[in-house]
């Protein structure tokens, strides 16, 4: 689940993000960025520059907040498509300029947001894949 070989395994598995992102240069570090989100920071090739690359995300590896935290940098506003409660976890179809994502809010600390509102998404990059197929 945590470790897929390829986009196929990862989704036959569970849910998940898969984004086309690209790899950048950041403070003079390779990464790998996708809408001012930096997914990847480490072991990103720096022979690469410019190459579009393909991430995995899953769900529950994005954090959203009511506003923009002032101890994070990478920050992005979101949309609100749709909440649906699963039990003991909000499922919250996003949209960040023109990509859909599925972010997986478990115990729901904000409960249901409503569609058409703004929150703010991270991820952690230790849990982003970089595929390779």
């Not at 690359?53 to 954090?63: A, D, G, H, K």
């Not at 599925?102 to 894949?129: A, K, Y």
Request: one cysteine or more; hydrophobic letters at 40%; a negative charge.
């Amino acid at each position: 689940y945590h470790c897929p070989n390829s986009a196929f395994a990862a989704d036959f598995v569970g849910d998940t993000n898969i984004l086309e992102a690209e790899i950048v240069l950041d403070q003079e570090k390779p990464v790998v960025r996708w809408h001012g989100l930096v997914l990847k920071d480490k072991n990103v090739p720096g022979d690469q520059i410019g190459r579009k690359v393909r991430v995995l995300v899953r769900p529950e590896s994005f954090r959203i907040f009511e506003q923009p935290p002032a101890n994070l940098h990478h920050v992005v506003p979101a949309e609100v498509l749709r909440s649906t409660y699963c039990g003991f976890y909000w499922m919250h179809q996003l949209q960040i300029k023109d990509a859909l994502i599925l972010v997986r809010e478990l115990g729901g600390e904000m409960g249901q947001r409503q569609p058409g509102s703004t929150c703010f998404v991270s991820v952690d990059p230790s849990r982003v894949i970089l595929l390779t197929d």
